[in-house]
C-alpha cells in the first residue's frame, strides 16, 4: 500500500517525453491558467517541442504553479526564442466566460491556442480532463503539467501571459491586490470587494462576486 500511495504522490512526477512519443510529430501540449480567478479571461498556451530543444531548457520545466515568478519568467523568454519551440496562445473573454460558463470557456481558450499554433498538431496533450474541440488525436492527462514537457511548457507559456497582463490591470485598479493574488480570492481581495465595489472585469457568475452583486 505504501509503494501505491507514493506512485499517487503529487511530487514523485517529473515530465518527459512519454506521451508525446505515443504519436507522430508534430504533437502539442495544451494547458490553461485563471480557471480559479475571479476576474478577467481565461487563456491557454499550446506548446510543439521538437527533438532540438537543449537538455539544459527540458529540465527546466515543470508545472508552473511550482516554479517561482522569477523562475516562470525566464523559461517563458527562453520557450520563446527558441527556434525548436513553437508556440500558440488563446484566451476566452469575460463574456464568453459568463455565457459559456468557466469550464467551457477554459476549453474554448484551449482551441484557440491550438489554432493558433504555426504548425498543425496531429495530437494534443491536455491537461486535466475537459476535451477540447480538436479534428485530431486528443490525450488528456490528469496532472499533465507535471508529466510532459510540453504541457509543462504550455502551463507557463499560459500562467506567464495571463499574470502580465492582470499586472498591467492592477496599476488601474491597485487596491485589490491583483498584481499579486492574479485575482483569487484572497483577504486584500474579498475586502476590497467589500470596500470598493465590484470592477468591470469581475466575473459576476462567481459566487462571492455574485452574492455582492445581489446585496448592491
Keep these: 500500500m505504501r509503494s501505491a500511495r507514493r506512485s499517487i504522490r503529487q511530487e514523485d512526477f ?8 505515443e504519436y507522430s510529430f508534430p504533437v502539442a501540449g495544451v494547458d490553461e491558467a485563471g480557471i480559479g480567478s475571479w476576474i478577467g479571461p481565461v487563456m491557454a498556451g499550446a506548446v510543439i517541442l521538437e527533438d532540438g530543444v537543449s537538455q539544459d531548457l527540458l529540465s527546466m520545466l515543470h508545472d508552473s504553479k511550482k516554479l517561482s515568478e522569477k523562475k516562470r519568467e525566464q523559461i517563458f523568454d527562453l520557450l520563446y526564442k527558441n527556434p525548436f519551440v513553437h508556440i500558440g496562445v488563446g484566451e476566452a473573454s469575460l463574456e464568453e466566460i459568463v455565457t459559456l460558463n468557466i469550464r467551457n470557456a477554459g476549453l474554448l481558450a484551449m482551441k484557440r ?5 504555426p504548425l498543425r498538431p496531429k495530437a494534443i496533450l ?6 477540447p474541440d ?12 507535471q508529466r510532459s ?7 507557463i507559456i499560459a500562467k506567464v501571459t495571463r499574470d502580465r497582463w492582470i499586472k498591467k490591470l492592477a496599476e488601474e485598479y491597485p487596491d485589490y491586490g491583483w498584481d499579486t493574488n ?3 480570492g484572497t483577504k486584500q481581495h474579498q475586502e476590497a470587494l467589500h470596500s470598493l465595489g465590484v470592477t468591470p472585469w469581475h466575473r459576476v457568475t462567481y459566487a462571492p462576486v455574485a452574492a455582492l452583486l445581489e446585496v448592491g
Design 14 to 21: 517529473n515530465p518527459t517525453f512519454q506521451f508525446e512519443h
Design 182 to 184: 492574479a485575482g483569487y
Design 134 to 145: 480538436f479534428e485530431g488525436e486528443v490525450k488528456l492527462i490528469v496532472k499533465g503539467d
Design 113 to 117: 491556442a491550438v489554432m493558433a499554433l
Design 149 to 155: 514537457y510540453s504541457i509543462a511548457a504550455a502551463s
Design 126 to 131: 491536455v491537461d486535466g480532463t475537459g476535451r
